[in-house]
């Protein structure tokens, strides 16, 4: 049959089963959302107040689901609008399709009125960027992108449609979508795996993102009982493993638990589950599980080796490889190492202040929500208390902008975790930097009547910042106190939210009660301290055995 470009469009995106798209509309793409206008009951359009709003939302959409998210937006500052939150995706390995619309292919390089080359723009925070410029490549063109998003190791990718394009008509035929093959692992180093496991003594399983990503929860809980050893993750793996299991012993790293980090250091076997091994889960690679076996579990090759040396590098899906580990692992058995383990969980707790704070907020949301909300985050201290004291039971249920730390990035992506599934408990942890970021998008959940909680950590500074300033510049506050008076509350009211504000515990219990009962978004403006820090904390450039705690740093 003919069709416009912009109706092939719209037919490819309801082949993949894309129900929901974010976005805002502008003149080279009017082709492609008058499409959408006639098909309002196939496909719902989420119309955001800012693109960077749209492309995080179809990241948290992405992240919540499992499917690839869906942004659009219109040529020139509109494309360029998608970059940060693009970029955020790709550190993350999320899958999204951004799809924007350029100006008339006989108007490309030629400087025209809101003329970008964005393909070119996104190339290296893309997994592939597109352009197209006649009607007849459209639909091979999408699905190529969902495939590519969807497959291997997932990520964004972005699709440019000149307008004539899109106006211009061609021949359509519907195909059932495909993605590639999951990459195995060879036979052999499947058994080298298992050899060095069973030859280990203290073993430790270290999860990241790429285990949510392959939806191998299940067989990294059965690896841990299998081997009898304790279990840590990075910030993208939380809810792999369960917060509230005995084996469990927080997050690695910069700030993971003094149980962890002096765990790994001291382990003999560390099984690595689809992690890149980060700076701030390392600290110094050159001491980093220096007493260890390290089997390091990976779909992407390029990961192998990169930033840590490792022993056995197995490259393949990890679902795939856990499973054909565990048909050929006889039972272990650890008990002293599980007891030291122990021990150290007991000896090392983390602190949390007497008063209204970020750590008592963060589990008095826990208790309240019994442990069921999605937890979204912005990036800073509000961040690393809520990988801290939330006790994570299931894959992404912490969406959070891990590798390019993106501020602005939470109240877009629980937008997308709400629409995603309106059923759930949505909450965004903010600090009140990061929620002057994107709180434009307080309107798109009100237009949407979206119940998301807001809870702003407000320490009037910028949180992380000054208490980097504070250990290592010597109190030097440069840029970092935010002392103009903003009046959150009514800022949210104004875009058409509750709003609360709370100086003590029992006022922050109080309102957020209320703000699970309400029915329209709600924003809790928290005051807490300015020097509350985050801790324990690894100094850059030392290993992560000398985390430091309250205690050490005397303060």
Not at 209 to 234: F, I, M, N, Q
Not at 406 to 413: F, V
Not at 521 to 535: L, T, Y
Not at 539 to 548: K, L, N, T, V, Y
Request: hydrophobic share 40%.
């Amino acid at each position: 049959m003919q069709l416009t470009g912009a109706q092939i469009l719209v037919e490819c995106l309801a082949e993949q089963g894309v129900d929901t798209v974010f976005g805002y509309p502008g003149g080279a793409i009017l082709n492609v959302y008058d499409a959408l206008y006639q098909n309002q009951g196939r496909i719902h359009h989420v119309l955001t107040s800012h693109e960077q709003g749209a492309s995080h939302a179809a990241d948290g959409y992405a992240r919540a689901t499992g499917k690839t998210g869906v942004c659009f937006a219109t040529s020139g500052p509109g494309a360029t609008n998608l970059v940060t939150g693009i970029a955020t995706a790709y550190m993350d390995s999320i899958p999204i399709v951004a799809i924007t619309c350029n100006v008339g292919s006989s108007l490309l390089g030629k400087d025209s009125f809101q003329e970008v080359d964005i393909a070119g723009i996104v190339m290296p925070i893309t997994k592939y960027s597109f352009i197209v410029k006649k009607a007849e490549d459209i639909a091979p063109t999408i699905r190529r992108a969902f495939q590519i998003a969807g497959s291997g190791r997932k990520g964004p990718v972005l699709v440019d449609i000149t307008k004539d394009a899109t106006g211009n008509k061609a021949d359509y035929e519907p195909e059932k979508p495909t993605l590639r093959p999951l990459k195995k692992a060879p036979e052999k180093k499947i058994e080298e795996a298992v050899e060095a496991i069973k030859k280990a003594n203290r073993p430790y399983i270290f999860v990241g993102g790429g285990a949510v990503l392959s939806d191998a929860y299940r067989e990294v809980r059965e690896l841990a009982e299998k081997l009898d050893a304790p279990v840590c993750d990075t910030l993208m793996g939380k809810g792999v493993f369960p917060g509230t299991d005995p084996r469990y012993t927080g997050m690695l790293g910069m700030h993971g638990t003094k149980t962890s980090n002096l765990g790994v250091s001291k382990c003999d076997l560390l099984v690595a589950i689809g992690t890149r091994f980060s700076d701030r889960v390392t600290g110094n690679t050159a001491t980093f599980a220096r007493n260890a076996t390290l089997v390091h579990i990976d779909l992407d090759a390029a990961e192998i080796n990169k930033n840590v040396i490792c022993d056995i590098g197995v490259v393949g899906d990890a679902k795939d490889t856990l499973t054909r580990i565990l048909t050929k692992l006889p039972q272990q058995c650890h008990p002293e190492w599980m007891d030291l383990i122990q021990e150290n969980k007991k000896k090392y707790p983390l602190f949390v202040p007497e008063d209204l704070s970020g750590q008592y907020m963060v589990q008095e949301i826990y208790r309240q929500t019994k442990g069921d909300a999605v937890i979204v985050t912005e990036v800073g201290q509000h961040q690393m208390w809520a990988a801290q004291f939330y006790k994570y039971s299931r894959p992404n249920q912490l969406l959070t902008s891990g590798g390019l730390g993106t501020m602005g990035y939470g109240l877009g992506a629980s937008i997308g975790a709400k629409i995603a599934d309106r059923s759930k408990t949505v909450v965004n942890m903010a600090g009140d930097g990061c929620f002057r970021m994107n709180m434009n998008e307080l309107a798109t959940a009100s237009r949407e009547k979206l119940p998301v909680i807001e809870v702003i950590f407000n320490n009037h500074v910028l949180g992380m910042v000054r208490q980097w300033q504070t250990l290592f510049y010597g109190g030097r506050y440069s840029a970092t106190i935010l002392d103009d008076g903003m009046d959150y509350c009514k800022v949210a009211e104004a875009m058409g939210a509750k709003a609360y504000r709370a100086f003590t515990r029992e006022e922050f219990s109080e309102a957020f009660s209320k703000a699970l009962e309400s029915d329209v978004p709600v924003v809790i403006d928290a005051i807490i301290d300015s020097d509350d820090k985050v801790f324990p904390m690894v100094a850059p450039g030392a290993s992560i055995d000398q985390c430091m705690t309250e205690k050490d740093m005397d303060l």
